[in-house]
């Protein structure tokens, strides 16, 4: 199910042509979004990573660019670009709880993405990240293990 909710929101985020275009937004808030995997592998074992990146419209190549990662399994980074520092959100009712029904997403005034262009990652086991062949996820799971995933999907 949190792939799902995580592919939705990417895909209404970036919208059919790559860009977000609804709601209206300040040119200061515009951006692009762009949903990718990337394949990482080593002489063992193989992963794909699923990554959501936010670019703001005025972006350059002096511009800081911040990684995002969730934890998991099953956090998928969906949490954090709806709840968190995405450039939109999921509104929520005046005492923080979320409504009943259909949600309804708006822009963020707490974004990062004023500050840095972003990339959401999923660690493998969260989001649609997945071990490539053989499903056993313990090369992907703990705390060297992350930092090294981490680290390639980076680079």
Known sequence: MIR?????????????AGHAEEPPRPEHARF????A???LRDDAVAAEIFYTVYRA???GP??????VFN?????ASAFLQLGGIGPDRVAANDNGSLPTGALQITPNAQSWLDLS???FVDPVGTGWSRPLGDPD?????GADQDARWAMDAVR
């Open 62 to 67: 002096q511009r800081p660019l911040s990684f």
């Open 32 to 35: 692009t979004a762009r949903v």
């Open 57 to 59: 419209a005025n972006s």
């Open 137 to 141: 996820t313990t090369p992907f799971w």
């Open 37 to 39: 995997s990337l394949e």
């Open 71 to 75: 934890g998991g399994p099953g956090a």
């Open 4 to 16: 799902v909710l995580a592919l939705v929101a990417a895909l209404a985020l970036a919208g059919a």
């Open 117 to 119: 262009d972003l990339v």
